[in-house]
Protein backbone atom coordinates (compact mmCIF):
# COMPACT_ATOMS: atom_id res chain seq x y z
CA UNK A 1 0.00 0.00 0.00
CA UNK A 2 3.34 2.64 0.89
CA UNK A 3 4.43 2.03 -2.63
CA UNK A 4 1.38 2.66 -4.55
CA UNK A 5 0.70 5.87 -2.53
CA UNK A 6 4.78 6.30 -3.35
CA UNK A 7 3.95 5.74 -6.81
CA UNK A 8 1.02 8.36 -7.30
CA UNK A 9 2.88 11.42 -5.71
CA UNK A 10 5.91 10.16 -8.05
CA UNK A 11 3.83 10.92 -10.79
CA UNK A 12 1.28 13.49 -9.74
CA UNK A 13 5.18 15.08 -9.40
CA UNK A 14 5.85 13.58 -12.76
CA UNK A 15 2.79 15.03 -14.38
CA UNK A 16 3.53 19.03 -12.67
CA UNK A 17 6.69 18.23 -14.77
CA UNK A 18 5.17 17.86 -18.42
CA UNK A 19 2.94 20.36 -17.35
CA UNK A 20 5.92 22.93 -16.58
CA UNK A 21 7.35 22.11 -19.85
CA UNK A 22 4.39 22.44 -21.76
CA UNK A 23 4.05 25.66 -20.51
CA UNK A 24 8.00 26.92 -21.77
CA UNK A 25 7.79 24.80 -24.35
CA UNK A 26 4.74 26.45 -26.24
CA UNK A 27 5.37 29.96 -25.01
CA UNK A 28 8.90 30.39 -25.89
CA UNK A 29 9.03 28.75 -29.03
CA UNK A 30 9.54 30.52 -32.09
CA UNK A 31 6.96 31.14 -34.60
CA UNK A 32 8.49 31.31 -37.43
CA UNK A 33 10.03 27.63 -36.90
CA UNK A 34 6.89 26.19 -35.72
CA UNK A 35 5.30 27.63 -39.21
CA UNK A 36 7.57 25.88 -41.02
CA UNK A 37 7.35 22.78 -39.08
CA UNK A 38 3.36 22.87 -39.79
CA UNK A 39 4.33 23.58 -43.61
CA UNK A 40 6.14 20.30 -43.58
CA UNK A 41 2.97 18.75 -42.45
CA UNK A 42 3.69 18.31 -38.68
CA UNK A 43 0.52 18.86 -36.96
CA UNK A 44 1.55 18.91 -33.36
CA UNK A 45 3.56 22.43 -34.53
CA UNK A 46 0.04 23.25 -36.22
CA UNK A 47 -1.64 22.46 -32.95
CA UNK A 48 1.42 24.85 -30.87
CA UNK A 49 0.39 27.65 -33.17
CA UNK A 50 -2.93 27.94 -32.25
CA UNK A 51 -2.01 27.56 -28.38
CA UNK A 52 0.57 30.32 -28.97
CA UNK A 53 -1.94 32.75 -30.63
CA UNK A 54 -4.40 32.37 -27.76
CA UNK A 55 -2.08 32.04 -24.74
CA UNK A 56 -4.48 32.95 -22.04
CA UNK A 57 -6.89 29.79 -22.72
CA UNK A 58 -4.16 28.33 -22.63
CA UNK A 59 -2.20 29.31 -19.49
CA UNK A 60 -5.22 29.40 -18.08
CA UNK A 61 -5.40 25.13 -18.95
CA UNK A 62 -1.90 24.44 -17.59
CA UNK A 63 -2.89 26.27 -14.77
CA UNK A 64 -5.32 24.41 -13.37
CA UNK A 65 -3.75 21.19 -13.87
CA UNK A 66 -0.51 22.66 -12.08
CA UNK A 67 -3.04 23.70 -9.40
CA UNK A 68 -4.58 20.23 -9.14
CA UNK A 69 -1.73 18.46 -9.30
CA UNK A 70 -0.08 20.11 -6.46
CA UNK A 71 -3.29 20.08 -4.06
CA UNK A 72 -3.40 16.04 -4.51
CA UNK A 73 0.43 15.52 -4.32
CA UNK A 74 0.45 17.82 -1.10
CA UNK A 75 -2.60 15.42 -0.11
CA UNK A 76 -1.26 12.06 -0.42
CA UNK A 77 2.53 13.49 0.49
CA UNK A 78 1.45 15.73 3.97
CA UNK A 79 -1.53 13.66 5.05
CA UNK A 80 -0.87 9.76 4.10
CA UNK A 81 2.95 8.94 3.88
CA UNK A 82 2.86 11.54 6.78
CA UNK A 83 1.18 9.46 9.01
CA UNK A 84 2.61 5.78 7.87
CA UNK A 85 6.28 7.08 7.98
CA UNK A 86 5.03 8.69 11.71
CA UNK A 87 3.51 5.10 12.61
CA UNK A 88 7.22 3.53 11.51
CA UNK A 89 9.18 5.85 13.92
CA UNK A 90 6.78 5.38 16.89
CA UNK A 91 7.40 1.44 16.61
CA UNK A 92 11.24 2.83 16.82
CA UNK A 93 11.14 4.36 19.59
CA UNK A 94 10.17 7.60 18.82
CA UNK A 95 7.13 9.46 21.05
CA UNK A 96 3.88 10.26 18.98
CA UNK A 97 4.17 13.78 19.30
CA UNK A 98 7.86 14.14 18.16
CA UNK A 99 7.27 11.19 15.46
CA UNK A 100 4.45 13.37 13.60
CA UNK A 101 6.29 16.22 13.60
CA UNK A 102 9.63 14.43 12.42
CA UNK A 103 7.84 12.61 9.70
CA UNK A 104 5.75 15.35 8.26
CA UNK A 105 9.02 17.74 7.86
CA UNK A 106 11.15 15.25 6.50
CA UNK A 107 7.71 13.83 3.95
CA UNK A 108 7.42 17.67 3.17
CA UNK A 109 10.61 17.93 2.09
CA UNK A 110 11.50 14.98 0.46
CA UNK A 111 8.52 15.87 -2.16
CA UNK A 112 9.70 19.78 -2.39
CA UNK A 113 13.02 18.74 -3.10
CA UNK A 114 11.50 15.79 -5.82
CA UNK A 115 8.69 18.65 -7.25
CA UNK A 116 11.44 21.51 -7.70
CA UNK A 117 14.06 18.54 -9.73
CA UNK A 118 11.70 16.67 -11.29
CA UNK A 119 8.42 18.97 -11.36
CA UNK A 120 10.31 22.20 -12.53
CA UNK A 121 13.64 22.52 -13.42
CA UNK A 122 14.59 19.71 -15.34
CA UNK A 123 11.50 20.22 -17.40
CA UNK A 124 12.12 23.42 -18.07
CA UNK A 125 15.49 23.15 -19.01
CA UNK A 126 14.16 20.23 -21.70
CA UNK A 127 12.04 22.83 -22.67
CA UNK A 128 14.45 25.47 -23.57
CA UNK A 129 17.11 23.17 -25.01
CA UNK A 130 14.40 22.27 -27.63
CA UNK A 131 11.39 24.57 -27.70
CA UNK A 132 9.57 24.09 -30.82
CA UNK A 133 10.03 20.22 -30.86
CA UNK A 134 8.40 19.88 -27.20
CA UNK A 135 6.04 22.44 -27.74
CA UNK A 136 4.94 20.33 -30.93
CA UNK A 137 4.67 17.08 -28.83
CA UNK A 138 2.91 18.50 -26.31
CA UNK A 139 0.71 20.67 -28.11
CA UNK A 140 -2.46 18.21 -29.25
CA UNK A 141 -2.72 16.97 -25.55
CA UNK A 142 -2.59 20.06 -24.28
CA UNK A 143 -5.47 21.03 -26.59
CA UNK A 144 -7.47 18.29 -25.06
CA UNK A 145 -7.15 19.11 -21.33
CA UNK A 146 -8.08 22.66 -22.46
CA UNK A 147 -11.36 21.01 -24.01
CA UNK A 148 -11.93 18.82 -20.65
CA UNK A 149 -11.65 22.41 -18.18
CA UNK A 150 -12.98 24.40 -20.96
CA UNK A 151 -15.83 25.90 -18.82
CA UNK A 152 -13.31 26.60 -15.86
CA UNK A 153 -10.74 28.05 -18.17
CA UNK A 154 -13.37 30.09 -19.61
CA UNK A 155 -14.05 31.86 -16.29
CA UNK A 156 -10.34 31.91 -15.60
CA UNK A 157 -9.67 33.68 -19.15
CA UNK A 158 -12.00 36.40 -18.59
CA UNK A 159 -10.99 36.95 -14.82
CA UNK A 160 -7.65 37.07 -16.24
CA UNK A 161 -8.82 39.99 -19.12
CA UNK A 162 -10.64 41.68 -16.55
CA UNK A 163 -7.91 42.44 -14.30
CA UNK A 164 -5.30 42.98 -17.12
CA UNK A 165 -8.08 45.52 -18.06
CA UNK A 166 -7.76 47.51 -14.54
CA UNK A 167 -3.85 47.42 -14.99
CA UNK A 168 -4.36 49.36 -18.60
CA UNK A 169 -3.23 45.96 -20.55
CA UNK A 170 -5.58 45.84 -23.61
CA UNK A 171 -5.51 43.65 -26.57
CA UNK A 172 -3.13 40.99 -27.23
CA UNK A 173 0.27 41.58 -26.71
CA UNK A 174 2.58 42.24 -30.05
CA UNK A 175 4.61 39.57 -31.32
CA UNK A 176 7.11 41.61 -33.49
CA UNK A 177 10.85 40.86 -34.18
CA UNK A 178 12.92 43.89 -33.82
CA UNK A 179 16.77 44.62 -35.93
CA UNK A 180 18.04 44.18 -32.61
CA UNK A 181 16.91 40.80 -32.08
CA UNK A 182 17.98 39.44 -35.25
CA UNK A 183 21.36 41.13 -35.07
CA UNK A 184 21.70 39.28 -31.20
CA UNK A 185 20.25 36.11 -33.26
CA UNK A 186 22.96 36.27 -35.99
CA UNK A 187 25.39 37.02 -33.54
CA UNK A 188 24.86 34.22 -31.16
CA UNK A 189 24.93 31.90 -34.25
CA UNK A 190 28.52 33.30 -35.28
CA UNK A 191 29.69 32.59 -31.97
CA UNK A 192 28.88 28.98 -32.14
CA UNK A 193 29.72 28.31 -35.80
CA UNK A 194 26.51 28.27 -37.35
CA UNK A 195 27.53 31.11 -39.19
CA UNK A 196 30.64 32.48 -41.10
CA UNK A 197 32.26 35.37 -39.27
CA UNK A 198 31.84 36.87 -43.46
CA UNK A 199 28.15 35.83 -43.10
CA UNK A 200 27.98 37.62 -40.04
CA UNK A 201 29.64 40.62 -41.18
CA UNK A 202 27.58 40.55 -44.71
CA UNK A 203 24.23 40.10 -42.98
CA UNK A 204 24.70 42.58 -40.45
CA UNK A 205 25.72 45.20 -43.53
CA UNK A 206 22.78 44.55 -45.33
CA UNK A 207 20.63 45.31 -42.33
CA UNK A 208 22.22 48.75 -41.84
CA UNK A 209 21.66 49.29 -46.30
CA UNK A 210 18.17 49.21 -45.62
CA UNK A 211 18.61 52.45 -43.14
CA UNK A 212 21.16 54.20 -45.50
CA UNK A 213 20.04 56.80 -47.61
CA UNK A 214 21.75 56.33 -51.57
CA UNK A 215 23.83 59.56 -50.19
CA UNK A 216 25.68 57.41 -47.81
CA UNK A 217 26.96 54.90 -50.57
CA UNK A 218 27.37 57.34 -53.03
CA UNK A 219 30.36 58.01 -55.04
CA UNK A 220 30.63 62.10 -54.01
CA UNK A 221 31.03 64.83 -56.79
CA UNK A 222 34.54 65.46 -56.42
CA UNK A 223 35.07 62.45 -56.53
CA UNK A 224 33.46 61.62 -60.32
CA UNK A 225 35.70 60.84 -63.20
CA UNK A 226 33.87 62.24 -65.65
CA UNK A 227 34.14 63.28 -69.53
CA UNK A 228 33.60 66.74 -70.90
CA UNK A 229 31.72 66.46 -74.10
CA UNK A 230 32.95 70.06 -74.83
CA UNK A 231 36.51 69.09 -74.43
CA UNK A 232 38.74 68.61 -77.41
CA UNK A 233 39.42 64.50 -78.78
CA UNK A 234 43.08 64.36 -77.66
CA UNK A 235 41.46 65.73 -74.15
CA UNK A 236 38.70 63.15 -74.50
CA UNK A 237 40.85 60.70 -75.57
CA UNK A 238 43.29 61.16 -72.21
CA UNK A 239 40.41 61.14 -69.65
CA UNK A 240 39.46 57.72 -71.35
CA UNK A 241 42.83 56.58 -70.73
CA UNK A 242 43.42 57.49 -67.26
CA UNK A 243 39.59 56.32 -65.95
CA UNK A 244 39.28 53.54 -63.88
CA UNK A 245 36.03 52.59 -64.25
CA UNK A 246 34.15 50.95 -67.17
CA UNK A 247 31.10 54.12 -67.61
CA UNK A 248 31.87 57.58 -67.26
CA UNK A 249 29.18 60.34 -66.78
CA UNK A 250 29.00 62.81 -69.76
CA UNK A 251 28.74 66.65 -69.02
CA UNK A 252 29.19 70.07 -70.78
CA UNK A 253 31.86 71.86 -69.76
CA UNK A 254 30.95 71.14 -65.82
CA UNK A 255 29.88 68.43 -63.57
CA UNK A 256 26.82 69.89 -62.83
CA UNK A 257 25.64 69.83 -66.56
CA UNK A 258 25.37 65.68 -66.99
CA UNK A 259 23.41 64.62 -69.94
CA UNK A 260 24.20 60.97 -69.16
CA UNK A 261 25.99 57.75 -69.06
CA UNK A 262 29.23 56.56 -71.70
CA UNK A 263 29.88 52.78 -71.78
CA UNK A 264 33.43 52.53 -72.67
CA UNK A 265 33.20 49.35 -74.11
CA UNK A 266 30.87 51.25 -76.89
CA UNK A 267 33.55 53.27 -77.60
CA UNK A 268 36.15 50.41 -77.41
CA UNK A 269 33.85 48.59 -80.20
CA UNK A 270 34.44 51.77 -82.46
CA UNK A 271 37.94 52.15 -82.19
CA UNK A 272 38.80 48.16 -83.17
CA UNK A 273 36.64 48.95 -85.82
CA UNK A 274 38.02 51.85 -87.10
CA UNK A 275 34.52 53.74 -86.77
CA UNK A 276 34.49 57.06 -86.01
CA UNK A 277 33.54 58.16 -82.76
CA UNK A 278 30.12 59.26 -82.33
CA UNK A 279 30.18 60.83 -79.08
CA UNK A 280 26.63 61.83 -78.51
CA UNK A 281 25.23 58.55 -80.62
CA UNK A 282 27.46 56.58 -77.48
CA UNK A 283 25.93 58.47 -74.72
CA UNK A 284 22.65 56.55 -72.58
CA UNK A 285 20.19 57.95 -70.69
CA UNK A 286 20.93 57.58 -67.14
CA UNK A 287 18.35 57.04 -63.74
CA UNK A 288 18.43 60.73 -61.74
CA UNK A 289 17.50 59.74 -57.98
CA UNK A 290 17.47 61.91 -54.88
CA UNK A 291 19.91 61.37 -52.24
CA UNK A 292 17.86 60.75 -49.65
CA UNK A 293 16.12 57.61 -51.08
CA UNK A 294 16.74 54.51 -49.61
CA UNK A 295 19.82 52.25 -51.17
CA UNK A 296 17.42 49.43 -51.00
CA UNK A 297 15.23 51.41 -53.55
CA UNK A 298 18.43 52.29 -55.91
CA UNK A 299 18.74 48.46 -56.15
CA UNK A 300 14.85 48.57 -57.40
CA UNK A 301 15.96 51.18 -60.24
CA UNK A 302 18.54 49.33 -61.44
CA UNK A 303 16.60 46.45 -61.66
CA UNK A 304 14.78 48.43 -64.14
CA UNK A 305 17.59 50.49 -65.97
CA UNK A 306 20.34 48.99 -68.32
CA UNK A 307 22.69 51.58 -67.27
CA UNK A 308 23.85 50.03 -63.93
CA UNK A 309 25.10 53.52 -62.44
CA UNK A 310 22.78 56.16 -61.37
CA UNK A 311 22.70 60.63 -60.79
CA UNK A 312 22.22 61.79 -57.47
CA UNK A 313 20.92 64.78 -56.65
CA UNK A 314 19.80 67.15 -54.46
CA UNK A 315 16.32 68.67 -53.83
CA UNK A 316 17.36 71.25 -56.26
CA UNK A 317 18.48 69.67 -58.78
CA UNK A 318 22.19 70.04 -58.01
CA UNK A 319 24.23 66.76 -59.18
CA UNK A 320 25.71 65.54 -55.66
CA UNK A 321 27.35 62.16 -56.81
CA UNK A 322 26.68 58.65 -58.50
CA UNK A 323 25.78 55.39 -57.00
CA UNK A 324 26.83 52.29 -59.31
CA UNK A 325 25.72 48.74 -58.45
CA UNK A 326 29.35 48.32 -57.18
CA UNK A 327 28.30 51.07 -54.43
CA UNK A 328 25.68 48.91 -53.50
CA UNK A 329 27.58 45.58 -53.14
CA UNK A 330 30.59 47.48 -51.90
CA UNK A 331 28.60 48.45 -48.83
CA UNK A 332 27.62 44.89 -48.30
CA UNK A 333 30.83 42.85 -49.17
CA UNK A 334 33.24 45.67 -48.41
CA UNK A 335 35.84 47.60 -50.46
CA UNK A 336 36.96 46.50 -53.34
CA UNK A 337 40.45 47.62 -56.08
CA UNK A 338 39.18 48.90 -58.98
CA UNK A 339 41.87 49.74 -61.40
CA UNK A 340 43.92 52.59 -59.74
CA UNK A 341 41.57 53.25 -56.75
CA UNK A 342 42.70 53.03 -53.46
CA UNK A 343 39.94 51.10 -51.23
CA UNK A 344 39.31 53.02 -47.67
CA UNK A 345 41.05 51.76 -45.47
CA UNK A 346 37.58 52.40 -43.10
CA UNK A 347 39.02 51.82 -38.92
CA UNK A 348 42.08 50.68 -38.53
CA UNK A 349 43.24 49.15 -34.79
CA UNK A 350 45.79 50.76 -32.39
CA UNK A 351 48.38 48.92 -30.00
CA UNK A 352 46.39 50.90 -27.35
CA UNK A 353 43.18 50.11 -28.18
CA UNK A 354 42.13 53.09 -30.28
CA UNK A 355 41.08 52.90 -33.58
CA UNK A 356 42.27 55.27 -36.69
CA UNK A 357 39.11 56.25 -38.21
CA UNK A 358 39.12 57.46 -42.13
CA UNK A 359 36.45 60.49 -42.47
CA UNK A 360 34.52 59.03 -45.35
CA UNK A 361 33.40 55.68 -43.31
CA UNK A 362 29.80 55.17 -42.91
CA UNK A 363 28.82 56.69 -39.68
CA UNK A 364 26.74 52.95 -38.85
CA UNK A 365 29.78 50.94 -39.69
CA UNK A 366 31.74 52.99 -36.86
CA UNK A 367 29.02 52.98 -34.66
CA UNK A 368 28.55 49.09 -35.21
CA UNK A 369 32.75 48.78 -34.77
CA UNK A 370 32.78 51.19 -31.11
CA UNK A 371 29.17 50.53 -30.13
CA UNK A 372 27.54 53.89 -30.23
CA UNK A 373 24.30 54.73 -30.20
CA UNK A 374 23.70 57.32 -32.48
CA UNK A 375 20.29 59.28 -32.70
CA UNK A 376 18.02 58.62 -35.18
CA UNK A 377 17.44 60.19 -37.91
CA UNK A 378 20.63 62.09 -38.20
CA UNK A 379 21.95 64.70 -40.74
CA UNK A 380 25.30 63.06 -41.52
CA UNK A 381 26.90 59.99 -42.75
CA UNK A 382 30.15 59.72 -42.64
CA UNK A 383 32.95 59.87 -39.40
CA UNK A 384 33.41 63.42 -40.81
CA UNK A 385 29.64 64.56 -40.67
CA UNK A 386 29.91 62.84 -36.78
CA UNK A 387 32.64 65.36 -36.43
CA UNK A 388 31.41 68.37 -37.56
CA UNK A 389 27.68 67.29 -35.93
CA UNK A 390 29.59 68.02 -32.73
CA UNK A 391 31.87 70.77 -33.44
CA UNK A 392 29.48 72.32 -35.40
CA UNK A 393 32.76 74.11 -37.79
CA UNK A 394 35.88 72.70 -39.70
CA UNK A 395 37.87 72.21 -37.14
CA UNK A 396 41.76 72.03 -36.72
CA UNK A 397 44.25 69.53 -37.16
CA UNK A 398 44.89 68.03 -33.32
CA UNK A 399 41.23 69.75 -31.91
CA UNK A 400 39.26 67.16 -29.63
CA UNK A 401 35.60 66.36 -28.53
CA UNK A 402 34.47 64.05 -26.44
CA UNK A 403 31.04 61.90 -27.35
CA UNK A 404 29.31 58.63 -26.49
CA UNK A 405 32.09 57.29 -24.18
CA UNK A 406 34.95 58.23 -26.62
CA UNK A 407 37.27 60.90 -27.16
CA UNK A 408 37.81 61.76 -31.14
CA UNK A 409 40.81 63.72 -32.02
CA UNK A 410 41.38 65.35 -35.87
CA UNK A 411 44.17 64.04 -36.81
CA UNK A 412 44.63 64.81 -40.39
CA UNK A 413 42.84 67.31 -42.87
CA UNK A 414 42.76 67.06 -47.02
CA UNK A 415 41.76 70.56 -47.40
CA UNK A 416 38.73 71.72 -45.81
CA UNK A 417 37.92 67.28 -45.52
CA UNK A 418 38.60 65.80 -42.36
CA UNK A 419 40.75 62.92 -43.22
CA UNK A 420 41.32 60.75 -40.41
CA UNK A 421 40.00 60.76 -36.98
CA UNK A 422 41.75 58.60 -33.99
CA UNK A 423 38.80 57.66 -31.53
CA UNK A 424 40.06 56.87 -28.26
CA UNK A 425 37.45 54.96 -25.41
CA UNK A 426 37.49 57.16 -22.22
CA UNK A 427 38.08 55.48 -19.18
CA UNK A 428 35.17 54.57 -16.95
CA UNK A 429 35.52 56.98 -14.55
CA UNK A 430 34.72 59.84 -17.09
Not at 12 to 35: H, M, P, T, W
Not at 128 to 136: H, I, Q, T, Y
Not at 276 to 298: G, M, S, T
Request: proline share 4%; aromatic share 4%; charged share 25%.
Amino acid sequence: MVVVEVLIVLALIALNGVLALSELAIVSARRARLKAMAAKGNRGASAALLLAKNPGRFLSSVQIGITLVGILAGAFSGATLAERFAGFLVTKGLGIELADTVAFVLVVAVTTYLSLIMGELVPKQIALRNAEGVAARVARPMMMLARIASPLVTLLDLSSQAMLRLFGQRGEPEQQVTEEEINTLVAEAASTGVVEPAEHAMIASVMRLGDRPVRAVMTHRRDVHWLDLDADEAAKRKTLLEAHHSRLPVAHGTIDEVIGVLDLKEVLDACLENRPIDWNALIRKAPVVHENIDALDAIEIFKSSKAHLALVVDEYGTFEGLVTTGDILASIAGQFHEGGDEASPGATPRADGSWLVDGAMPVDEMAALLHLSLPAPRDYDTAAGLALDQLRRLPKAGETFTAYGWRFEIVDLDGRRIDKILATRLPAEE
